[in-house]
């Protein structure tokens, strides 16, 4: 089973600030990793697939990299509604196996 | 427009069953993937399961193996979750999810969930 571990737990930063959020895998996923953004009540949106490819409709000021085991989702300038958790997703496997999410992130207002 | 509606939520008592399901519309629903992701009150998503377009790709969490069983109807656009001997630890938001194009295997549009209790 691979693991995937995102870090930090929290992050705090202020509004117009630059936010880097981790995701790491157990074993090589190649770039079968994608991050989703949850807002409170609400269904996880997908912002990023095939590790740095920006989902329809998602502003540039996200950017994901990375390969083999580490990597990272950028949020350039964060804005009020950037505000929620993140979560990294690890579709390797598939389809002859599993998926596995990370623990999540969240950012938080400074 | 792209919609997936859950329902079958509610609550259940341990070792009960539920049956899930997924309506779907907008899209050509026999040319996608589907999942099956939860979520524990104030936890993490936790992928449960996915069925390819034919059905011949089944995987379950070890969590939910031997119990859960997921299914599609391509005739009635529409998935399933078979839910058996359930537990206090199934308690969760159940979101369906469809996988992206192509084949692709990972979600990208997603129901707003179905809250399902288990508790005596």
């Known amino acids: 089973e691979i693991v995937m571990t995102q870090s930090p737990a929290t992050l705090s930063v202020s509004p117009g600030e630059r936010a880097t959020l981790s995701c790491r895998a157990s074993q090589s996923v190649t770039n079968n990793l994608a991050w989703y953004q949850q807002r409170p009540g609400q269904a996880p949106r997908l912002l990023i697939f095939?590790?740095?490819t920006r989902a329809a409709g998602i502003p540039g000021r996200f950017s994901g990299s990375g390969s083999g085991t580490e990597f990272t989702l950028t949020i350039s300038s964060l804005q009020s509604e950037d505000f929620a958790v993140y979560y990294c997703l690890q579709y390797n496997n598939w389809p002859r196996g599993e998926k596995t999410f990370g623990q999540g992130t969240k950012v938080e207002i400074k | 427009e792209v919609l997936l509606v859950e329902s079958g939520g509610g609550l259940v008592k341990p070792g009960g069953s539920l049956r899930l399901s997924c309506a779907t519309s907008g899209f050509t629903f026999s040319s996608f993937n589907f999942n099956w992701v939860r979520q524990a009150p104030g936890k993490g998503l936790e992928w449960v399961s996915s069925i390819s377009i034919r059905s011949d790709n089944i995987y379950y969490a070890d969590s939910v193996k031997g119990r859960f069983t997921i299914s599609r109807d391509n005739a009635k656009n529409s998935l399933y979750l078979q839910m058996n001997s359930l537990r206090a630890e199934d308690t969760a938001v159940y979101f369906c999810a469809r996988d992206g194009p192509l084949r692709s295997g990972y979600p990208d549009y997603w129901g707003q969930g179905t809250l399902v209790t288990v508790s005596s």
């Open positions: 095939a590790a740095s």
